[in-house]
């Protein structure tokens, strides 16, 4: 494999960004340029994004959020969380021919990160069954079901806590 960088993305790479996203999930379920402009605008600390030279091969990126679950309220461009406690991730993409060599998973660890050094409480996300595993390998919990439908995907709930009052309890 070529050596990759892991760094945040450019407003400019914002169309390459979309082309990516396209090609790794169906099109129901795929953001939108509008979309990835506005994670970009209020959430750019959160949008990373994996190169080899001048190819985007990975990004990940999502929402603060006051939330501490996933809805479908979250995919658009319209969120109103600005400065939540809780971190909802959104995409986590790989070009296809760049799977399974750990790219998805230092992209995640950069943006949990990033989400530790904000002092977030928990991050959260939706995925297929599939990824279970990928995501409990980063001590997320699985919590069942979602109820979102978006895309026509069966959607998991997932949960990793970043920062608790437990020393409030003693």
Avoid at 12 to 25: D, F, G, N, P, T
Avoid at 79 to 95: E, K
Avoid at 159 to 166: P, V
Wanted: charged content about 20%; hydrophobic content about 40%; overall charge negative.
């Amino acid at each position: 494999m070529s050596e990759f960088n892991l760094r945040l993305i450019a407003e400019k790479e914002l169309e390459a960004a979309i082309v990516l996203e396209q090609s790794c999930y169906t099109p129901d379920a795929a953001a939108t340029l509008k979309g990835f402009q506005f994670r970009y605008e209020h959430y750019r600390p959160y949008f990373w994004s994996a190169w080899i030279d001048t190819e985007l091969i990975g990004i990940t990126n999502g929402i603060r959020t006051s939330q501490t679950s996933c809805g479908d309220e979250m995919k658009g461009a319209g969120s109103d969380f600005w400065l939540g406690s809780h971190f909802c991730i959104l995409t986590v993409a790989v070009h296809p021919e760049y799977r399974g060599q750990g790219i998805g998973r230092l992209l995640l660890k950069k943006l949990i990160q990033q989400c530790v050094d904000d002092g977030l409480e928990s991050i959260i996300l939706m995925c297929e069954e599939h990824l279970i595993p990928f995501y409990e390998a980063e001590q997320f919990e699985l919590l069942g079901l979602s109820a979102s439908n978006h895309g026509g995907i069966i959607w998991y709930e997932m949960r990793r806590q970043l920062h608790t009052l437990e020393h409030l309890a003693e």
